[in-house]
């Protein structure tokens, strides 16, 4: 996933204040958002949603 797109789910993520919130803004599966995220933190080495990896566990 391009580094733009890994961004615009981040942004529908926080917005929508879940994976499947904001997977649903961007009409995208749920675990196409967690991959993008899992994706984008590997890229900048650091958790960006510890509170929502907390909440699925």
Not at 28 to 50: F, H, W
């Amino acid at each position: 996933m391009a580094r733009f797109q890994e961004m615009r789910v981040l942004l529908a993520v926080t917005e929508a204040e879940s994976f499947a919130g904001g997977a649903k803004l961007l009409g995208i599966s749920p675990p196409s958002v967690t991959r993008a995220i899992a994706a984008l933190e590997a890229r900048l080495g650091t958790l960006l949603l510890p509170a929502a990896r907390a909440a699925c566990a």
